[in-house]
């Protein structure tokens, strides 16, 4: 790819920085989930825009990494190996399902269908939470 970065000039401390919004998004999930359970509304949508902007952000990092430093390929063995890809596998897939799933939960926010809001929302946070921490997990594995 004509992109591509000499090895020297690649961006080393970015999948660190994917990591820790990953991680922030996390944490802004969890915490939105409590307010809305305490009925802070305000506080709920606060903190789940949060997490829409962090996870954003990170997919901008995630395929800007990639996209200069082509695949990093994990060179773990043995049992680690299949503990990778048995994380890898289902986090790929349903970070690719969670784009719509989120712009769905938010629409149906704006729009005020808060039944339609919560009933897609049941399904959307504990799927986006899976993928923001196996997103940091995987980090961990690769890099770490
Ligand atoms: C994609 C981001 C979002 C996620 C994952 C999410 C998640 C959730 C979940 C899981 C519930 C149900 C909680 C329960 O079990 O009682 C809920 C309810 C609710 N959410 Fe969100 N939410 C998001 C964004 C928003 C935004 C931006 C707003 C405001 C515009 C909002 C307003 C509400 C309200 C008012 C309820 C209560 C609905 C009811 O009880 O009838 N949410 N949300």
């Known amino acids: 790819m ?3 970065l000499a090895p020297s000039q690649t961006p080393v401390h970015l999948p660190a920085f994917n990591a820790a919004l990953n991680a922030a998004s996390a944490v802004l999930l969890v915490c939105g989930y409590f307010f809305i359970r305490r009925r802070r509304r305000q506080a709920h949508h606060w903190s789940m ?9 990170f997919l901008a990092g995630y395929l800007w990494f990639h ?6 390929r994990y060179r ?8 990778y890809f048995s994380i890898l596998i289902p986090h790929t897939i349903l970070a690719a399902a969670i784009v719509p799933l989120a712009l769905l939960t938010l629409t149906h926010a704006f729009r005020g269908r ?11 946070l504990p799927l ?7 997103g940091v ?8």
Not at 114 to 124: G, K, L, M, S, V
Not at 137 to 144: N, P
């Open 67 to 72: 996209f200069h430093a082509g695949i990093v």
């Open 137 to 144: 997990v995987v980090y961990f594995m690769l890099f770490g």
């Open 128 to 134: 986006w939470l899976f993928v923001s921490v196996t």
């Open 49 to 57: 825009l949060g997490a829409f902007f962090f996870s954003g952000l």
């Open 114 to 124: 808060f039944d339609r809001h919560r009933r897609i929302a049941r399904w959307t």
């Open 2 to 4: 004509g992109s591509r």
């Open 76 to 83: 773990g063995r043995g049992w680690l190996r299949v503990v």
